[in-house]
């Protein structure tokens, strides 16, 4: 997930709202209250999400839901600090990948026994799979984002590469071929393509399942170790080989967020960035008057257009004393209708198979037709239910692949940190 852009003035009032407990500071009037924190942040989607708690308060009068806004940039520590002080809010908004100390800390409830059989039916057994931690499900997977290609309609077509659909893909040799032509039809100083890779592991590993790559495996002791095989290097191989050997990615964007690759996409110097299928709201609203846009796959490999991806979801929390009340409200809120206007506001796609299947998500018009197409292919992220995956990343992951990218350090070098530093890491936290 990209990071969301709120001040810190914001993120502090966010915190101290969270800080009310549910179990004594609201009016003594005898009705259940449930405090609901939402970390949307788009102007529709907050509408969405304010809308659909006004509509479960109109119709249950006895059970109550308040709504409170939180934000990405501080959802982790804010929940830590709110769990540990017994003030967590009942209903957690969150994303599937901050949910494993979580989960395994005892901080959330389990849901197994909690919501009802057409939820469970409904979202497909591969959206689970990101919020099972053990032996229970711990999030309700709802929204969830692919990264897809955002391309210069004009560009494509004037240079006559083959145009590639969710059932004609380009392989990732293709790809490479076609980003290395392209460029040099466009002229000196542009590129084919843009990575923006401020954050270069969730793509680097989400996208290299469609190579075959995993990266994590677990054992039949259930410890994870990291390998590092030919497949997991398919997709960083493309993109280093792009950047230093072709020359048809641009080097500047590598250190970059996408919203800052979009200037250069708009002035053709870029013909196609790889972004976050939500970016699409973004493209919507500044692209300058006449500028014409498509969505394309992301390459397929040998799994096809298979992609992790660490859905949105919402949880409770096990201190919460109404998790009944609050299931009932889970299954409100997700019902297919309110999954399409949650899917729209946030301009991703949701989990659900019902709410997949409306033509408001099926229509060519930006992008959501080839994201539709997509959305069966996606999987739960690799490194979803590793212990330790935080500050792998972070200290480990994000600085190799950054310098891979960049030239700085060849693949053995990638290899050698990602494993014997990666693995030292992962068993501090799988200590017996």
Request: charged letters at 25%.
């Amino acid at each position: 997930m990209r990071v969301r852009m709120f001040t810190a003035a914001a993120a502090a009032l966010a915190l101290l709202l969270t800080g009310c407990a549910s179990d004594g500071d609201g009016p003594d009037d005898g009705k259940i209250r449930l405090r609901f924190q939402s970390l949307a942040w788009q102007q529709e989607s907050v509408a969405a999400n304010k809308e659909l708690v006004a509509e479960w308060n109109a119709a249950h009068p006895d059970i109550q839901v308040d709504y409170v806004q939180g934000s990405w940039d501080s959802v982790h520590d804010q929940l830590l600090t709110s769990f540990e002080g017994g003030e967590a809010p009942d209903i957690i908004h969150d994303a599937s990948d901050d949910l494993a100390d979580f989960a395994y800390g005892g901080y959330l409830a389990d849901l197994t026994d909690l919501l009802p059989e057409r939820l469970r039916a409904d979202i497909p057994a591969h959206s689970w799979e990101t919020t099972t931690f053990g032996d229970g499900i711990y999030g309700v997977p709802f929204l969830q984002e692919p990264r897809l290609i955002m391309a210069n309609k004009k560009i494509l077509e004037s240079s006559g590469v083959r145009i590639p659909t969710p059932d004609r893909p380009w392989s990732w040799e293709e790809f490479r071929q076609v980003t290395k032509e392209l460029t040099e039809t466009m002229g000196e100083g542009r590129y084919a393509i843009a990575w923006p890779l401020k954050e270069p592991v969730s793509v680097s590993l989400n996208l290299g399942l469609s190579a075959g790559g995993q990266l994590f495996h677990r054992g039949e002791d259930g410890k994870v170790t990291i390998r590092f095989g030919e497949a997991d290097g398919v997709v960083p191989g493309t993109i280093h080989d792009q950047v230093n050997t072709d020359h048809s990615a641009s080097r500047s964007t590598l250190g970059t967020g996408g919203s800052d690759a979009l200037p250069g996409f708009f002035g053709g110097k870029y013909a196609m960035v790889p972004l976050g299928f939500s970016y699409r709201q973004q493209i919507v609203q500044q692209a300058p008057k006449g500028f014409e846009w498509i969505v394309l796959p992301a390459p397929a490999g040998k799994d096809g257009l298979a992609q992790g991806v660490s859905p949105q979801t919402l949880s409770l929390a096990e201190d919460s004393p109404y998790k009944k009340e609050a299931a009932r409200f889970l299954d409100f809120f997700l019902q297919p209708r309110n999954m399409v206007r949650l899917a729209r506001g946030d301009w991703m796609l949701p989990t659900g198979t019902a709410a997949l299947a409306d033509p408001s998500l099926r229509t060519p018009k930006d992008g959501w037709a080839t994201g539709a197409a997509v959305a069966r292919q996606l999987r739960s992220a690799p490194a979803q239910s590793v212990r330790g995956y935080a500050e792998w990343k972070d200290k480990v992951a994000t600085p190799a692949f950054q310098e891979y990218y960049s030239g700085a350090i060849d693949a053995v070098e990638l290899r050698r940190r990602l494993v014997e530093d990666g693995n030292l890491v992962l068993a501090r936290y799988q200590r017996s």
